[in-house]
């Protein structure tokens, strides 16, 4: 039954959840935010799409505490086995934060939760090029309408 499915009800939910929580970043905070999908987006496990959704979400926090950008970027790519999501500002980067805040819990928990789902978090900052966070995870599928 499966693979008569129309590939319409296959389309992946977390595409479309980014570009909700991008659409409102954007309008609470006057900074355009683009989506990027790269690869055949597809269903992933909740928990996965989850960890993903709340990663762009506090890096999105991120961006608008601490950057100063003019332009914010987010781009999921689907391969074969693993899910990338990247978000990355043009703003000041660390350095130009640094010391003006003790840190708080945000990449730490970020952190956890990607790594909690078997993913990797990698953050590169320059202050002349912004802020970059990456999470990847393993490409592992859900259920359809699950
Ligand atoms: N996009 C960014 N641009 C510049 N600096 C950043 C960015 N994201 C994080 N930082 C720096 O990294 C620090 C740690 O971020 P983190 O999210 O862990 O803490 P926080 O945002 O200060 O507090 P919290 O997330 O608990 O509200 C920040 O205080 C800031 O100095
Ligand atoms: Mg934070």
Same mark, same amino acid.
């Given at each position: 039954?499966?693979?008569?499915?129309p590939e319409?009800?296959?389309d992946?939910?977390?595409?479309e959840?980014?570009?909700?929580?991008?659409?409102?970043?954007?309008?609470?905070?006057?900074?355009?935010?683009?989506?990027t999908?790269?690869?055949?987006?597809?269903?992933?496990?909740?928990e996965?799409?989850?960890?993903?959704? @709340?990663?762009?979400? *506090?890096?999105? %926090?991120?961006?608008?505490?601490?950057?100063?950008a003019? /332009?914010v !970027?987010?781009?999921? &790519?689907?391969?074969?086995?693993?899910?990338?999501?990247?978000?990355?500002?043009?703003?000041?980067?660390?350095?130009g934060?640094?010391g003006?805040?003790n840190?708080?819990?945000?990449?730490?928990?970020? @952190?956890?939760?990607? *790594?909690?789902? %078997?993913?990797t978090?990698?953050?590169?900052?320059?202050? /002349?090029? !912004?802020?970059?966070? &990456?999470?990847?995870?393993?490409?592992?599928?859900?259920?359809?309408g699950?």
């Amino acid at each position: 039954v499966r693979a008569l499915r129309p590939e319409a009800l296959e389309d992946a939910r977390l595409p479309e959840a980014l570009r909700d929580v991008g659409r409102r970043w954007s309008e609470l905070h006057g900074v355009e935010v683009g989506l990027t999908v790269t690869g055949r987006a597809r269903v992933l496990r909740p928990e996965i799409e989850v960890a993903l959704l @709340r990663t762009a979400q *506090e890096a999105l %926090a991120n961006v608008a505490k601490h950057a100063h950008a003019t /332009r914010v !970027g987010m781009t999921l &790519s689907y391969m074969e086995d693993l899910v990338t999501l990247d978000v990355r500002d043009d703003g000041v980067g660390f350095t130009g934060t640094a010391g003006s805040t003790n840190g708080g819990y945000g990449l730490t928990a970020m @952190r956890q939760r990607i *790594e909690g789902v %078997a993913g990797t978090l990698e953050i590169e900052s320059d202050e /002349r090029a !912004g802020t970059a966070i &990456s999470a990847c995870v393993p490409a592992l599928a859900g259920k359809v309408g699950a």
